[in-house]
């Protein structure tokens, strides 16, 4: 007995010394103390202190400024001449810079000018004879000069050219028998009073010291490369048809590098490959020193959501040539402007695209798949970069296969997780799943929130007449849109737990099955989007893969079953698609926010904003804003959002907000000196108007009318849309065609001309009681356009144009563009129609001649110089002088 006393004696007794107590007791304590220190730093009564939460917002905002936009930014460091012998084969950036400030030396080189037709040939000619001087004997370098005129169809026009020029350079092993060259692409001439540095002189410049390079090197070709530097792009896409569909080296082409600009410097991307030939993405990839490249940027290109076309379209769809078509983005707000100058792209810029071209000439000009591409045409492929570190592909059908795996791990893993949950709370498994069907309905609701919200705010800045507040300080989007957004995604969640506040059931799961919610709703849209064929599902399946992984950590380490410390592997598996997302949509934003300042008078870019807005929120916000539900005041955090947005609309109403700036970020205007002359059937003048043209670029039009000399006397042209032939306007291309109702015509003085486009009559003959032909001649400046419109029930049957607008049954009027370069011989053309009233007595067609002389200011009147004056100097009006004539025959 007292034995056993003195053993419950010693149980009971306290021991304070901590080295001799029981090792369990010790392990326990340790973490009581550990839980004490997270719970006194962290935790108050089960949830988050409310103080961590604007920490924890803002350090994804940090991780988005100090991660995802430098790694977007980041450029080689520039080979200079001084130490090209310590990189021998290597591409030299400053090199690149000199061809390109000798390029711009000549001034904008507008097709049908001096300065495109002549003195840039004569450039190229002297680049092509240094070359051959100093060549390696095992190469031979050859040059052709080539001069073109033909036709094809460009969207809603006939694009016809006449005497347009091509130089190319032909670089391959002596006595060679290959007949399979490789092709690299970029054009020469620029747009209108533009000097053209960006888009595209910078890309030539790379591909004159990529053939510099090659011609020195040691290096083997197996197969020629034909450098095609092309002289009518601008225009558009004349020259590259030229080449493909004419040139004797055209049938040899069985692969394309195309390079183009749609801004000036930064990195070039890889928007398009293939079509349906994944070995040139896997060239890629082995080949480039420096990847960035988007399936994304891809398929938002071919389903023309990027205002602009390249040369690659003409060699795919006129040579069914495959090939990579990549090009410069950065800093759009110069590209087509006066603005577009060598002074601002960085040395860095040359080199990173330099040292990629030259690795992939190389790579592919030695590729065994050259021989005949069309034995490995297997398909389209998913590819995308890494913060430009490394590149991604997979073919398309590697990609549904692993869509599908994740989306149904993600299920699975979803659904084990709430038998977890059921069987650690006591629960039957159906109780929870109805509180995830609840969930999930609220997270949907949650969704349509948010998105609602922010369209609101879009349409809402428009209402103001304050869209575009982001397009210089792109950072109020956070506040104007992404904090709605962010509002909407957390308050309908917080609005439900609110309600369910007496619920026994612990918070901690119910945010748990909330995100899992939103990840089973990602990977329901994942399948769909796959299952619609749309590659760039590859975006969230990501953000679902990345959860999941987080999940499966939370489950096999018992994490998942407490209140808060799974938030950890749930936050650091979230870290990667985050850091990734933001680097692409910084991308995005980077590429679209100076787009927006070219897409016309009639679209609201905000909601273009705001839509991307949405998708980046769902895949990043998701997953993030709930969480704020475990915060103390989550409620009040929550609505502080909407504070920031109020405080954001308070920055857009100051010049702030105010869009534009002067050089860097202009807002853009056509504006044309104009007269206008309509006939009547007796072939007398009906209507005869001079006066500015003006067709603006982007939404805020009103930005000019306190600037613009007569602004007061500005009119809309509706009346002359509904009784005139395309609204009686000199209309310069297809993209004019279309935004034409958008035009603004202000009375003025006459402009002057040399002489005016002239459409004569050669003949008339009546082919039979239904069907007469008539032919014409045009004459005029190099730039024109011809509309043609059958009257009352005649119909077009024949012409001498290019045959497919009437093949393919198109809606008169019809539209052909006509520029022409060396060669000025006037056009000449005929026309068939049909009437089957037999009936001739009233006038058949309608025919509008507009000539354009947009490559000399010396035709600028001196009213019309006081004009363009009288715009602010945010604006870059880009003017030349125009005619328009119609006449009845």
């Known amino acids: 007995m007292s034995s056993k006393g003195e053993i419950r004696r010693r149980l009971m007794t306290p021991n304070t010394n901590t080295h001799t107590s029981d090792p369990l007791l010790q392990q326990r304590g340790a973490e009581l103390r550990t839980r ?70 000549l001034g904008p080189r507008v097709v049908g000018s001096e300065a495109n037709e002549q003195n840039a040939i004569k450039y190229f000619q002297r680049k092509l004879k240094d070359l051959q001087a100093g060549a390696n004997p095992a190469l031979e370098i050859e040059g052709d000069v080539q001069l073109a005129s033909g036709s094809y169809c460009h969207w809603d026009m006939v694009n016809m050219y006449q005497g347009i020029q091509n130089f190319l350079i032909k670089i391959g092993p002596k006595d060679t028998n290959s007949t399979s060259y490789l092709l690299v692409n970029s054009h020469f001439d620029s747009v209108p009073h533009g000097k053209g540095a960006g888009d595209d002189g910078t890309m030539v410049a790379i591909m004159l010291e990529t053939v510099r390079v090659l011609s020195k090197s040691d290096k083997p070709l197996r197969n020629p490369v034909v450098f095609l530097f092309n002289g009518a792009e601008e225009n558009p896409l004349q020259a590259s048809h030229a080449f493909i569909t004419q040139h004797k080296w055209a049938k040899y082409i069985k692969a394309l590098i195309n390079l183009d600009s749609a801004g000036s410097g930064g990195r070039e991307i890889l928007f398009q490959s293939g079509p349906n030939h994944p070995w040139l993405m896997k060239h890629y990839r082995r080949a480039v020193m420096h990847p960035y490249a988007s399936t994304v940027a891809e398929e938002m290109f071919q389903r023309h959501f990027i205002p602009s076309d390249t040369d690659f379209r003409i060699f795919r769809d006129h040579g069914r040539v495959p090939g990579l078509d990549m090009a410069h983005q950065y800093n759009g707000y110069v590209y087509h402007t006066r603005f577009d100058v060598p002074e601002i792209i960085p040395r860095g810029t040359f080199q990173h695209t330099g040292d990629n071209v030259l690795a992939l000439v190389r790579e592919i000009a030695n590729a065994p798949e050259l021989e005949d591409p069309s034995r490995y045409s297997e398909g389209h492929t998913v590819f995308f970069d890494v913060l430009g570190r490394s590149l991604v592909f997979y073919s398309e059908t590697e990609g549904i296969i692993v869509n599908i795996f994740v989306s149904l791990v993600a299920i699975g893993t979803c659904t084990y997780s709430f038998k977890q949950m059921a069987h650690s709370t006591g629960t039957k498994f159906g109780n929870v799943a109805n509180r995830a069907l609840t969930l999930f309905g609220v997270q949907v609701l949650a969704v349509i929130t948010a998105t609602a919200l922010c369209f609101f705010m879009a349409f809402f800045m428009d209402v103001l007449h304050m869209p575009m507040s982001w397009f210089t300080n792109s950072w109020l989007i956070m506040g104007l849109y992404f904090c709605p957004l962010f509002f909407g995604f957390a308050i309908v969640p917080a609005i439900y737990f609110h309600l369910q506040r007496r619920d026994r059931f612990p918070l901690g799961y119910r945010v748990q099955i909330l995100l899992h919610c939103h990840c089973l709703f990602l990977a329901f849209v994942t399948l769909i989007a796959t299952i619609a064929g749309i590659r760039s599902a590859f975006m969230l399946m990501i953000a679902v893969l990345f959860y999941t992984l987080g999940l499966i950590v939370n489950l096999s380490t018992k994490l998942h079953n407490k209140s808060l410390p799974w938030l950890i592997p749930h936050i650091i598996c979230n870290i990667p698609p985050f850091i990734f997302y933001g680097y692409l949509s910084h991308g995005f934003f980077v590429a679209f926010i100076p787009m927006t300042g070219r897409f016309g008078a009639s679209v609201n870019p905000d909601l273009i904003i705001c839509a991307f807005t949405v998708g980046v929120g769902i895949l990043t916000g998701g997953f993030m804003i709930p969480v704020l539900n475990l915060f103390h005041k989550s409620k009040t955090i929550i609505c502080s959002l909407l504070a920031f947005t109020a405080l954001f609309l308070i920055f857009a109403a100051t010049p702030i907000g105010f869009p534009y700036r002067p050089e860097t970020n202009i807002q853009r205007f056509s504006v044309l000196h104009t007269r206008r002359v309509f006939h009547d059937e007796t072939n007398n003048v009906r209507r005869l108007e001079t006066g500015y043209f003006i067709l603006p670029q982007d939404r805020r039009t009103y930005s000019v009318k306190n600037h613009l000399l007569n602004m007061s006397l500005a009119q809309n042209l509706n009346k002359d849309c509904e009784t005139e032939m395309l609204c009686g306007l000199p209309l310069y291309n297809h993209r004019w065609h279309k935004a034409r109702a958008s035009s603004l015509w202000i009375p003025g003085p006459d402009p002057k001309f040399d002489r005016v486009p002239e459409v004569k009559l050669l003949s008339k003959n009546q082919l039979s009681k239904t069907s007469i032909r008539y032919e014409l001649e045009l004459s005029g400046p190099d730039h024109m356009g011809l509309y043609i419109n059958p009257l009352k029930d005649r119909k077009m049957s024949s012409w001498s144009f290019h045959y497919s607008p009437l093949r393919l049954g198109w809606k008169p009027p019809y539209f052909i563009y006509f520029s022409y370069g060396k060669d000025s011989s006037p056009l000449k053309f005929t026309l068939e129609l049909e009437n089957p009233s037999e009936d001739w007595s009233s006038p058949i067609f309608e025919i509008g001649i507009a000539g354009h002389w947009n490559h000399d200011e010396s035709a600028h009147t001196a009213e019309f110089k006081k004009f363009l004056q009288s715009f602010p100097k945010y604006v870059d009006a880009i003017a030349w002088p125009a005619y328009y004539e119609t006449r009845l025959f």
Do not use: C, M, T
């Not at 949830?47 to 977007?72: D, E, R, T």
């Open 36 to 105: 004490s220190i997270w719970q006194r730093v962290f935790v108050e009564h089960g949830k988050l202190k409310w103080y961590w939460a604007p920490v924890f917002l803002a350090s994804w905002v940090l991780l988005y400024f100090f991660v995802s936009i430098p790694a977007y930014h980041r450029l080689p460091k520039p080979i200079n001449i001084a130490d090209e012998f310590r990189y021998p084969d290597r591409f030299v950036a400053e090199r690149a810079e000199q061809n390109l400030a000798q390029l711009i030396a």
